[in-house]
Nanobody, 116 residues
Framework: QVQLVESGGGLVQSGGTLRLACATSKSILSRSTMGWYRQAPGKQRELVATITTDGNTNYAGSVKGRFTISRDNAKNTVYLQMNGLKPEDTANYYC??????????WGQGTQVTVSS
């Protein structure tokens, strides 16, 4: 069973920082494009950032320049460093591992709340 275990969410003031972590297995990390998505109440899940096995990154326009996605292959973990947090960043953040349509896995989510 594929496991993606997120951690690092919490409550932070506007302008603050958080770092999310997604721990998984070596086999998943080495074969998948890893990503972070978020879903706010009443809204659709949206892409935040992705990183390929080659280390190429992609960001949503709303977080570019503030968030950084990275992967530590030695620790089998993907990180999302979030700086300059805004109240509109409040959401449940999900880790994703994608290889094919039938190899597309999600974590359970971690809540991020940014107070104004």
């Amino acid at each position: 069973q594929v496991q993606l275990v997120e951690s690092g969410g919490g409550l932070v003031q506007s302008g603050g920082t958080l770092r999310l972590a997604c721990a998984t297995s070596k086999s998943i990390l080495s074969r998948s494009t890893m990503g972070w998505y978020r879903q706010a109440p009443g809204k659709q899940r949206e892409l935040v950032a992705t990183i390929t096995t080659d280390g190429n990154t992609n960001y949503a326009g709303s977080v570019k320049g503030r968030f950084t996605i990275s992967r530590d292959n030695a620790k089998n973990t993907v990180y999302l460093q979030m700086n300059g947090l805004k109240p509109e960043d409040t959401a449940n953040y999900y880790c994703n591992a994608y290889r094919t349509l039938s190899h597309n896995y999600w974590g359970q989510g971690t809540q991020v709340t940014v107070s104004s």
